[in-house]
């Protein structure tokens, strides 16, 4: 069975600071990979996918990603973060089957500071 | 641009009740609608799945009998949670996805479940 791992519950991190959220996948196949993020009270919103190509993928907001096969990972990544970048990041898997739907890390919660 | 609306945003019921959310996608004729549930604390868990010509597909421990889901067309899909109880409670979240070009669903921003 596929699954989606953050092994980061949380990350504190001051404005203008470089941000990294780790994302590592297990799934027998090449996955196509997501990050949404959730703004509080709100629900999800679509940063960036991977499907296939370039492994390093530019999204909203300036966030970036990388997919690494090696890895099994997918680390998404801001060189300098807003206030306004507060919020929680998912990391969500599909298998490239319409049958099926997504599948969800357990999220990041990010907190920036001024 | 694509949007999927839901209705309502929150919710209270009395444990024992039910109560219905709505979903409805505008700008785009989706191809699959995907019904989440957000616990507290926890991440998302797919409840069910419909796409165009295929029976609407539940995932294990949900079942039609606590959350049916009914829709006249991909546009517009409606659940209801019948006998809510506190393990219900949550953020319930639809997702459409559009074509068959890409895997990724537009969510709307949820109802949220709170069970008393």
Not at chain 1, 74 to 93: E, G, N, P, R
Not at chain 2, 59 to 80: A, D, G, R, V, W
Request: aromatic share 14%.
């Amino acid at each position: 069975a596929q699954s989606v791992t953050q092994p980061d519950a949380r990350v504190t991190v001051s404005e203008g600071a470089s941000l990294q959220l780790r994302c590592k996948y297990s799934y027998s196949a090449t996955p196509y990979l997501f990050w949404y993020v959730q703004y509080p009270r709100q629900g999800l919103q679509l940063l960036l996918k991977y499907y296939s190509g370039d492994p390093v993928v530019q999204g909203v907001n300036s966030f970036e990603a990388e997919f690494s096969k090696s890895n099994s990972s997918f680390h998404l990544q801001k060189a300098s973060v807003h206030w306004s970048d507060s919020a929680v990041y998912f990391c969500a898997l599909s298998m490239g089957d319409y049958a099926q739907g997504l599948t969800f890390g357990l999220g990041t919660r990010v907190s920036v500071f001024p | 641009g694509a949007l999927v609306y839901q209705y309502p945003r929150r919710t209270i019921c009395k444990s024992g009740t039910s109560m219905r959310m709505e979903c409805q996608a505008v700008g785009f004729q989706a191809t699959s609608v995907a019904w989440y549930r957000q616990s507290p604390q926890k991440t998302f868990e797919l409840i069910a799945l419909s796409t165009v010509n295929s029976a609407i597909k539940y995932e294990q421990n949900f079942t039609q009998e606590k959350f049916p889901i009914s829709h006249p067309n991909l546009s517009f899909s409606s659940m209801t949670v019948l006998n809510a109880y506190l393990e219900d409670r949550g953020l319930y979240l639809c997702g459409a996805r559009e074509g068959t070009g890409g895997f990724d669903y537009t969510f709307g921003s949820g109802t949220r479940l709170l069970v008393i």
